[in-house]
């Protein structure tokens, strides 16, 4: 799967030290890009626009700190950054 953000930016934004938690931040990368693309019906890639990566490293930072919790962040967190970026569909 292409990422859109690195585990380095996201290990910077969910400002995480070590190695210990990389396979859980890189789990979370793939969800958040799965649900962005989805929604915007695209495949991100690092090319894709700043606020579609912006909404994976919000999605990834919210499941992080709320892990364990039953439901996946809701999209309605980055809906703003996601709506301009969506394919109409008829």
Same mark, same amino acid.
């Given at each position: 799967?292409?990422?859109?953000?690195?585990?380095?930016?996201?290990?910077?934004?969910?400002?995480?030290?070590?190695?210990?938690?990389?396979?859980?931040?890189?789990?979370?990368?793939d969800? /958040?890009?799965?649900?962005?693309?989805?929604? @915007?019906?695209?495949?991100?890639?690092?090319?894709? &626009?700043a %606020? $579609?990566? +912006? /909404?994976?490293?919000?999605?990834?930072c919210? @499941?992080?700190?709320?892990?364990?919790?039953?439901? &996946?962040? %809701? $999209?309605? +967190?980055?809906e703003?950054?996601?709506?301009?970026?969506?394919?109409?569909r008829?």
């Amino acid at each position: 799967m292409p990422h859109s953000v690195t585990l380095a930016q996201a290990k910077e934004f969910l400002r995480v030290g070590g190695s210990g938690e990389d396979d859980l931040v890189s789990l979370l990368i793939d969800a /958040a890009e799965a649900r962005v693309g989805q929604a @915007a019906g695209t495949i991100l890639t690092s090319a894709s &626009p700043a %606020p $579609l990566r +912006l /909404a994976v490293l919000v999605l990834a930072c919210h @499941a992080y700190e709320h892990r364990g919790e039953p439901r &996946p962040p %809701p $999209l309605s +967190l980055v809906e703003p950054w996601i709506a301009p970026y969506r394919e109409a569909r008829l």
